[in-house]
């Protein structure tokens, strides 16, 4: 992978976890029926501690699993939620 590409997506990181709170909350992945989205700092635990960090978790974009019930895996599959396209460019 080429540095110039590392360094672009870690300025888009950096970009995103900067947005103010309440856009970053509207793609909360409690939003979500596969696990997508947004994680507020301290969102996730580790023996009852909230994790220090905040998580934007994203996977290949799909449609939800139509045997979402038959197997546990295919609850992760699904769209993923992306900020409104007006916050998205406002990051470039």
């Given amino acids: ?33 596969c696990c997508r989205g947004y994680g507020r700092l301290e969102a996730e635990k580790t023996h009852g501690v909230g994790d220090y960090k905040e998580t934007y978790d994203l996977g290949p974009e799909r449609s939800l699993h139509p045997e979402r019930g038959d197997k546990k895996y295919y609850e992760l599959i699904g769209p993923n939620q992306w900020p409104e396209s007006s916050i998205l460019q406002q990051l470039h």
Wanted: charged letters at 20%; hydrophobic letters at 45%.
């Fill in 1 to 33: 992978i080429e540095q110039s590409l590392m360094n672009a997506v870690l300025d888009l990181s950096r970009a995103f976890f900067n947005l103010p709170q309440v856009v970053k909350d509207n793609i909360d992945i409690r939003n979500s029926n």
